[in-house]
């Protein structure tokens, strides 16, 4: 069966610190990558996505990125955070594919202070 | 702007008791259409979905209605219990996309 990872669970950084995000998949091949992100009591805003290695669409300009160095890793990244980064981000993945289904992760929740 | 609109934001139900969830949505390419629950501090998770060649389909409590000419589609919670409680998630997605249009959630809370 599949599983998906997400780590760290919890983070607290400074404002201007970098950040790193990972996120793997286990147990399928070839999966589209997904990167949303959660603000307190809001819903999920598509940040990127990825269908295949070193392949990645940004939905919304801003201050992260992301890459896929590996089939199933897919890591969220920031040179320098800010107040408005904090959230609880999520990672997601579906079947090879325009598949529908996807299928998240238990997230990260980002604190910047 | 957001493709897929639900409401309400929130809801109370008392146990026993049915909750639903409405969503809208104007894409006439949307052909999947998922639900996802979503407990604090957890990922969504899918509950169940459906495809517009059918009028309904369920899954033990819950259960899905479309109706694609109203370009809607709504959850139904039956005999709502208290470990329902959650938020809940509708989405919609078009062949050959890869990505999910999803409404704003609703917080269902469902009283003892």
């Known amino acids: 069966s599949q599983t998906i990872h997400q780590w760290p669970a919890t983070l607290v950084q400074p404002v201007g610190s970098p950040l790193s995000l990972e996120c793997t998949v286990e147990?399928?091949?070839?999966?589209?990558l997904y990167w949303y992100r959660q603000a307190a009591g809001r819903g999920l805003q598509l940040l990127f996505y990825?269908?295949?290695?070193?392949?990645i669409s940004s939905e919304v300009p801003q201050n992260l990125s992301a890459s896929r160095p590996q089939d199933r890793q897919f890591i969220l990244s920031s040179k320098k955070l800010l107040l408005s980064d904090s959230g609880f981000y999520l990672c997601a993945w579906s079947g090879m594919g325009a598949t529908y289904e996807q299928y998240f992760g238990p997230g990260t929740r980002l604190t910047v202070t | 702007q957001q493709q897929v609109k639900q409401s309400p934001q929130s809801l109370i139900v008392q146990k026993g008791g049915i909750s639903i969830i409405n969503c809208a949505y104007e894409n006439t390419a949307f052909d999947y259409f998922p639900w996802y629950q979503q407990f604090p501090g957890k990922g969504p998770a899918l509950l169940i979905a459906?495809?517009?060649?059918?009028s309904e389909k369920k899954e033990g409590r819950f259960t899905i209605s479309f109706n694609k000419s109203a370009k809607q589609f709504s959850l139904h919670i039956m005999d709502s219990q208290p470990g329902d409680s959650a938020t809940y998630f509708c989405a919609a997605s078009s062949r050959g996309d890869y990505k999910l249009s999803f409404g704003a959630g609703t917080t269902v809370t469902v009283r003892a």
């Open positions: 459906i495809r517009p060649d059918v």
């Open positions: 147990g399928t091949s070839n999966p589209n």
């Open positions: 990825s269908v295949g290695i070193g392949q």
